[in-house]
């Protein structure tokens, strides 16, 4: 007697929360199913209309986010990029990706905006978010700096500070993202 199981896989986009650099599968197929709503406080909250992720790195795992866990990420207007007032975890495209084989998406706690005049004092840019910022300004402006050097000319705007830790270094991490590289943010992980 033939007994055929029917096996649920599904292939979620990856979103890298670590380095960048390190090759990671653009997708990867999970087992499983992710519902299309959650209980919070009792309310079902729905969530059919978010994107399903596969998070690939522990570079979250102070905001609870872990290496293959499953993220529902809302995908945001570009009203929304430009009007964030709280410090959500926000899923970034990745630009200049030369791997077309590899994750396009990076994972990153939001920090706050910084506007394109104030790159020339970065003590100033410090000082705004020396409440939310973990590490020495010194080390700070040296992680800045070095990636904004990396960022366009075209894309030196309006920038979005994020956090993340680097597993290699075991060290917090910052840096600046062009806003209209943010995709979206994290709305719940299982």
Same mark, same amino acid.
């Given at each position: 007697?033939? *007994?055929? @199981? +029917?096996?649920?896989? &599904?292939? #979620?986009?990856?979103?890298?929360?670590? %380095?960048?650099? $390190? =090759?990671?599968?653009?997708?990867?197929?999970?087992?499983?199913?992710?519902?299309?709503?959650?209980?919070?406080?009792?309310?079902? *909250?729905? @969530? +059919?209309?978010?994107? &399903?992720? #596969?998070?690939?790195?522990?570079?979250? %795992?102070?905001? $609870? =986010?872990?290496?293959?866990?499953?993220?529902?990420?809302?995908?945001?207007?570009?009203?929304?990029?430009?009007?964030?007032?709280?410090?959500?975890?926000?899923?970034?495209?990745?630009?200049?990706?030369?791997?077309?084989?590899?994750?396009?998406? $990076?994972?990153?706690?939001?920090?706050?905006?910084?506007?394109?005049?104030?790159?020339?004092?970065?003590?100033?840019?410090?000082?705004?978010?020396?409440?939310?910022?973990?590490?020495?300004?010194?080390?700070?402006?040296?992680?800045?700096?070095?990636?904004?050097?990396?960022?366009?000319?075209?894309?030196?705007?309006?920038?979005?500070?994020?956090?993340?830790?680097?597993?290699?270094?075991?060290?917090?991490?910052?840096?600046?993202?062009?806003?209209?590289?943010?995709?979206?943010?994290?709305?719940?992980?299982?």
């Amino acid at each position: 007697m033939l *007994v055929l @199981l +029917s096996i649920n896989f &599904k292939s #979620l986009p990856v979103v890298k929360a670590g %380095k960048v650099t $390190k =090759i990671c599968a653009k997708d990867k197929y999970v087992f499983g199913y992710m519902p299309d709503s959650v209980k919070n406080g009792g309310t079902k *909250v729905d @969530l +059919s209309q978010d994107e &399903k992720m #596969l998070v690939s790195g522990n570079s979250m %795992k102070e905001y $609870k =986010i872990f290496d293959g866990q499953r993220i529902y990420v809302k995908k945001m207007s570009e009203r929304e990029k430009e009007r964030i007032t709280t410090y959500p975890i926000l899923v970034f495209n990745i630009v200049d990706n030369p791997n077309e084989h590899d994750a396009q998406y $990076k994972l990153r706690k939001f920090v706050g905006y910084v506007k394109a005049g104030d790159f020339k004092d970065w003590e100033n840019i410090f000082n705004r978010f020396k409440n939310r910022i973990k590490i020495s300004q010194a080390d700070f402006v040296k992680q800045c700096s070095a990636k904004y050097q990396k960022v366009s000319q075209a894309d030196r705007q309006n920038m979005a500070l994020s956090e993340t830790f680097d597993e290699d270094k075991n060290l917090i991490a910052y840096s600046l993202h062009p806003v209209n590289t943010i995709y979206g943010k994290v709305e719940y992980a299982l």
